[in-house]
């Protein structure tokens, strides 16, 4: 069996905020072998960037992380500072989101890529890192000749792709893509993944995607795991994920996204009533039975479901799931 | 960097130049149509006398007359003559400027350069004693008066200890050359340029550590993290340039001052400057002396302004490259 990439066990996450413990993560298991890709949705707030953050040990230092997080078989949180920044980019970078803000914008793209290659290995010489440098943009589809542009002049996709050719810089083993297309129009964000997806191929990276917009996961990830205020509520395959959602809350995020060719679904995009949950003040029992459409008055207020099979390769933390009527 | 960008910042500042040296010789009319009446008023000059006087100053042309003169003259470099010591007022001026280049030159270089850095670090260790104490010390030194600070430090190190001069500008007669004649400056420059370092930190130090607070949560200083960098090079190479933009325009300005910036200062401490010219001329008045200075004082706030709006064009390349 070929070790894992990444994988969370029992991952809690807590964040101090004006002295109040602020749960954003509450027990996460997930696993990404070599290669793999995984999707992992839900709204803002659920702890899906909290995740990305743990992983490189990026959070406030107040934060309280407990559980493992393996990166190739070693625990990141029992590393010391010296080896966390060794980790950190070698073994697995992330493609952060803003696509505005997440470059030094007095530093050239160039030198910003430079940068990350002469971190991790001080030998190189000038002259292989620029080549190096120009190497990587070309791979995302941008010409050599613009590192030596400042980001101002680059528009949202072709830094975006800056950012991707920044995070492959180390040839790192798993790629982190924290909402890589959020800010993009839907052209861009088309030309953005489909470089991720060639990347991921053929740099043979394991990919962890994290995104509020599950239609992008479908065709870009082989799993899919929806999460709901700290926790994933579903998790299989992406296509069955996708179309045939086990947990209520999956279903609503879902079919919040028109069918193409179906005229019916766009007029009618339906939506979840309701906020988020409030991370200091979470609805005892099941923690969607506030929202959920199709909620049963007298267990779920007070039964907390954690995952159960919910089919092949698939779970779900639904009371509706498993038994006799699972299908 | 951008031609159009230089060719309009050197022309406002032209502009601004024109405006100031006509501002400058109405501000010094406005007084008093007579500035021959209005000096010595209450003297017993004879007729002849104040012919002559109003002669020298040419009070007896006509305004538009008089303007074309002062323009003229002004543009060759000639401020007129002093009242008091019947010296051109460009003497004067030159005599005292060097004095006060070293002494708020110095002062304002190195309050720059101790405030950036306890800005910085205080915003790096935001919240912890370091920033505490350092914002303390800043908030203190800023809101003290520059010339109750000076009687402070003059009494306390001059006057009690005898560790510095109480003034001037080298011991009295001195006839040392070379390093001795330097040395014996220095002795004396030092307590008035701490007590101008002084004043001049919190400015620095506050405005950095703002900047620097702004900085601390862009997200690219989260990437550099990712990374891999230590948390000094995330500082150094990416926090610190991006925090130090505001900062430029602020000391060029800042720059500006030197020539008008220590009145009172070099008042209490007896330093030949310009500021100590300018409290003299004030006292007398002398008025030719003062309109020179005036014009020196707006032309170097012009010139430095300038300087930092180009500055800040070379360094940050959103400006330069739009």
């Known amino acids: 069996m070929t070790e894992a ?44 960037s909290t995740i990305a953050g743990a992983v490189l040990r990026l959070l406030p230092r107040a934060t309280r992380v407990e559980g493992e997080i393996l990166l190739e078989g070693q625990d990141v949180l029992k590393l010391r500072p010296g080896k966390v920044r060794a980790v950190r980019w070698t073994t697995a970078a992330i493609v952060f989101q803003g696509a505005l803000h997440s470059l030094n914008p007095v530093q050239r793209v160039g030198d910003q890529i430079a940068e990350a290659i002469e971190t991790h290995a001080r030998t190189r010489s000038r002259r292989t890192t620029t080549a190096r440098v120009g190497e990587l943009l070309e791979r995302v589809g941008l010409p050599a000749r613009r590192r030596r542009e400042y980001p101002h002049q680059l528009s949202g996709g072709q830094r975006q792709r800056v950012l991707i050719a920044l995070a492959l810089a180390c040839e790192p083993a798993l790629l982190i893509a924290d909402e890589p297309t959020t800010a993009l129009d839907v052209m861009v964000q088309a030309q953005v993944l489909s470089v991720l997806e060639d990347l991921q191929r053929d740099a043979g990276l394991a990919l962890l995607f994290i995104t509020h917009d599950l239609s992008v996961l479908r065709s870009s990830c082989r799993r899919l795991a929806v999460m709901y205020a700290g926790r994933i509520v579903e998790e299989g395959p992406s ?45 005892t029992g099941c923690p969607f039975h506030p929202r959920c459409p199709v909620v049963v008055d007298d267990v779920c207020p007070s039964l907390d479901v954690r995952l159960r099979p919910a089919g092949p390769a698939r779970e779900a933390a639904c009371v509706h799931v498993g038994g006799d009527d699972d299908g | 960097m951008n031609p159009r960008f230089v060719v309009a910042k050197v022309t406002g500042a032209i502009g601004t130049l024109a405006f100031v040296l006509a501002f400058n010789f109405f501000l010094f009319r406005v007084v008093d149509d007579n500035p021959v009446d209005n000096l010595f008023r209450g003297r017993n000059l004879s007729p002849t006398q104040i012919a002559s006087l109003e002669e020298r100053f040419g009070v007896g042309d006509p305004l538009a007359l008089q303007f074309v003169k002062y323009v003229r003259q002004t543009l060759q470099g000639d ?53 505490s104490s350092a914002t303390a010390f800043s908030m203190i030194t800023y809101s003290m008066p520059d010339f109750w600070m000076a009687m402070v430090l003059l009494a306390a190190f001059a006057i009690n200890l005898r560790w510095f001069p109480t003034g001037g500008f080298e011991d009295a007669g001195s006839t040392a050359t070379g390093l001795s004649a330097f040395l ?125 709006d180009l500055l800040n064009g070379y360094l940050d390349p959103r400006v330069r490259l739009s």
Not at chain 2, 83 to 109: C, E, F, N, Q
Request: overall charge negative; some cysteine.
């Open chain 1, 239 to 283: 296509g069955a994920v996708f179309d045939e959602p086990r947990h209520p809350y999956a279903r609503a995020l879902a079919s919040a996204f028109p069918t193409i060719g179906d005229p019916a679904s766009r007029y009618r995009p339906s939506g979840l009533a309701g906020d988020p949950p409030d991370p200091t003040a979470l609805p």
């Open chain 1, 5 to 48: 990439v990444l994988e969370l066990r029992d991952l809690h996450v807590t964040y101090r905020a004006a002295g109040v413990d602020v749960p954003a993560v509450r027990g996460v298991d997930l696993t990404i072998g070599p290669r793999d890709t995984l999707g992992l949705a839900g709204e803002s707030g659920c702890g899906k």
């Open chain 2, 184 to 308: 014996d400056q220095a002795h004396h420059m030092a307590l008035p340029a701490i007590t101008l370092t002084l004043g001049y930190i919190g400015e620095y130090m506050i405005l950095m550590r703002a900047s620097m607070l702004d900085t601390v949560s862009e997200d690219y200083l989260q990437l550099a993290r990712a990374k891999g960098l230590r948390d000094t090079e995330v500082r150094r190479r990416h926090a610190v340039p991006n925090a130090l933009l505001p900062l430029v325009s602020l000391s060029a300005l800042n720059f500006g001052y030197v020539l008008s910036g220590a009145i009172a200062v070099e008042a209490i401490y007896s330093w030949p400057g310009l500021g100590r010219a300018t409290f003299n001329a004030l006292e007398g008045p002398d008025f030719p002396v003062l309109q020179g200075l005036f014009l020196l004082f707006s032309a170097s706030v012009i010139v430095a302004n300038l300087l930092a």
């Open chain 2, 79 to 131: 401020l007129g003559l002093s009242i008091k010591s019947s010296r051109p007022v460009s003497d004067v001026i030159m005599d005292s400027l060097w004095p006060t280049v070293w002494l708020v030159g110095t002062a304002t270089a190195l309050s720059m350069v101790i405030g950036t850095l306890l800005g910085i670090h205080a915003a790096w260790k935001r919240g912890t004693v370091t920033d």
